[in-house]
Nanobody
Framework: EVQLVESGGGLVQAGGSLRLSCKVY????????IGWFRQAPGQEREGVST????????YYQDPVNGRFSISIDHAENTVHLQMNNLKVEDTAVYYC?????????????????????WGQGTQVTVSS
């Protein structure tokens, strides 16, 4: 059974840091790209960052580029999203998701379309 379990969300002041984790069960990083997405109240889901281990590539959306960093811990089957210099506008529910590494596209990383497995989400709140 495929499962993605997020953790690490919370409340932080602007300028602070959080590290989100996505523990993956039932799939391998060789076969699946793992993406982070977020959705704020009243807004559409948007991509944050994706790692495609089979292609040795990472992807960041412009609003987070230079502040967020995605990485894989192979020993723990976990993908981390290190978020630094957080801003109030980063407040959202953050989800991790998996898509077949052979079909994942830039458009999918931006929207989440095509990602077939999703976690339950973790809330990130950044206060001013």
């Amino acid at each position: 059974e495929v499962q993605l379990v997020e953790s690490g969300g919370g409340l932080v002041q602007a300028g602070g840091s959080l590290r989100l984790s996505c523990k993956v069960y039932g799939i391998t990083f060789d076969d699946y790209a793992i993406g982070w997405f977020r959705q704020a109240p009243g807004q559409e889901r948007e991509g944050v960052s994706t790692v495609n281990w089979s292609a040795r590539s990472t992807y960041y959306q412009d609003p987070v580029n230079g502040r967020f960093s995605i990485s894989i811990d192979h020993a723990e089957n976990t993908v981390h999203l290190q978020m630094n210099n957080l801003k109030v506008e980063d407040t959202a529910v953050y989800y991790c998701a998996a898509e077949d590494a052979e079909t994942v596209r830039i458009e999918h990383m931006a929207s989440g379309d095509g990602f077939e497995y999703w976690g339950q989400g973790t809330q990130v709140t950044v206060s001013s």
